[in-house]
């Protein structure tokens, strides 16, 4: 299972956001762009889908921008991957609007993917944005003390 770029990108983005989280001034897209070094319209169509899926709260105008539309803590991976990618599914034959599996009416596996996709997006639900945006060693010291 690998990530798509955007996803992964979406990840940097809120990562740098969580960061100025706190900070009284909004951010926009061409601050993360140069602070993470993803390309400047890549950063745009992702603030837009990520605040879209209400992981970001923009405003237009001046003084306009976008800030965390929750606290750091409160978004998780899931999140994150989910505005991208819609939901997290391992394989096609879980999504009910598909029948394009020529398995699929003699499968045995397919009733168990649910519980896969499901222990999947439990262990990307348990990764908080505040996880993903600490030092490295400050994360990994703070899931011990979870564990």
Avoid at 48 to 65: E, I, K, N, V
Avoid at 93 to 120: F, I, T
Wanted: charged share 15%.
């Amino acid at each position: 299972m690998r990530l798509s770029s955007l996803a992964d990108y979406a990840v940097v983005l809120m990562s740098a956001a969580a960061r100025h989280c706190g900070a009284t001034a909004r951010l926009n897209a061409s601050v993360l762009a140069a602070e993470t070094g993803v390309p400047l319209p890549t950063a745009q169509k992702l603030v837009s889908r990520l605040s879209a899926a209400g992981l970001l709260q923009s405003a237009r105008g001046t003084g306009g921008g976008f800030r965390l539309a929750r606290p750091a803590a409160a978004i998780s991976l899931a999140d994150i991957v989910e505005a991208v990618e819609g939901p997290i599914a391992l394989t096609t034959c879980v999504d009910h609007e598909r029948d394009d599996c020529a398995l699929d009416h003699h499968c045995s596996v397919k009733p168990h993917w649910g519980v896969v996709n499901q222990a999947v997006r439990s262990a990307l639900a348990n990764v908080s944005l505040v996880q993903l945006s600490t030092a490295p060693a400050a994360s990994a010291q703070r899931l011990k003390v979870l564990a």
